[in-house]
């Protein structure tokens, strides 16, 4: 199978300070990661798009100063959340794209939970 | 904008009885993609139908996809009690996937 890691999988850490947070493609390749956030009781939105060897794309309303990301191998990607915040709480996933011909898979990390004091 | 309704929102039935969940999407995919998650806790991948498939099955899930009504059924039978979870449908078009707002299934037992 396809397994993709998150570490840490919880941090809690205060006000101001910045949170690194990893996610590994264990098996496989992954040329494309992404990003998601999720708060309590709603759906996975999608932060940005880690693309190895070249700049984050962020989506529409994510600051990319906030959410810093880097995607230094074809097995790892790092988003830091820097100068954290009570609000920046959250429940954050990676995903790890596989290509499998036409029909492209991603993989889940477990997900690491961020609470910001 | 992220795009994904799912109805309902929550769905409380008895063990036994079936479940379904209905997704709705607004742009053009390469396939969709159903996964529960157990409060608090990742994502599993329960199944994956392209989007030149009409219909899906695997165990006690089946699905069903209707790409000219941009909507995805997912339906679960026998259900059991340990099926409680929140479900959500992933639109997958090229890389970028888009979720759904999810139904959130408790199973009586």
């Known amino acids: 199978g396809a397994v993709v890691s998150q570490h840490p999988s919880r941090v809690i850490c205060k006000s101001g300070t910045s949170v690194k947070i990893e996610c590994r493609s264990l098996?496989?390749?992954?040329?494309?990661m992404f990003w998601y956030r999720q708060f309590p009781k709603q759906s996975l939105m999608l932060m940005a798009t880690s693309n190895e060897g070249s700049k984050a794309t962020y989506e529409q309303g994510v600051e990319k100063d906030k959410f810093l990301i880097n995607h230094a191998s074809l097995t790892l990607s790092t988003l830091t959340v820097t100068s954290a915040h009570p609000e920046d709480s959250s429940f954050y996933i990676c995903s790890a794209h596989r290509t499998s011909g036409f029909y492209n898979e991603q993989f889940f990390g477990p997900g690491t939970r961020l609470t910001v004091l | 904008s992220q795009q994904g309704e799912e109805d309902p929102q929550a769905l409380s039935i008895q063990e036994g009885e079936n479940a379904t969940m209905n997704c709705s999407y607004k742009?053009?995919?390469?396939?969709l993609q159903w996964y529960r998650q157990n409060s608090g806790r990742g994502l599993v991948h329960l199944i994956l139908?392209?989007?030149?498939?009409r219909e899906k099955h695997s165990g006690r899930l089946r699905v069903t996809l209707d790409t000219s009504k941009k909507s995805s059924s997912l339906l679960i039978t026998a259900s059991r009690a340990a099926d409680t979870a929140s479900y959500f449908c992933?639109?997958?078009?090229?890389?970028?996937?888009?979720f759904g707002s999810g139904t959130k299934l408790n199973v009586k037992p």
């Open positions: 992933a639109t997958a078009n090229f890389n970028k996937f888009y």
């Open positions: 098996d496989f390749q992954a040329t494309t």
């Open positions: 139908i392209r989007s030149n498939e």
């Open positions: 742009t053009s995919i390469n396939n």
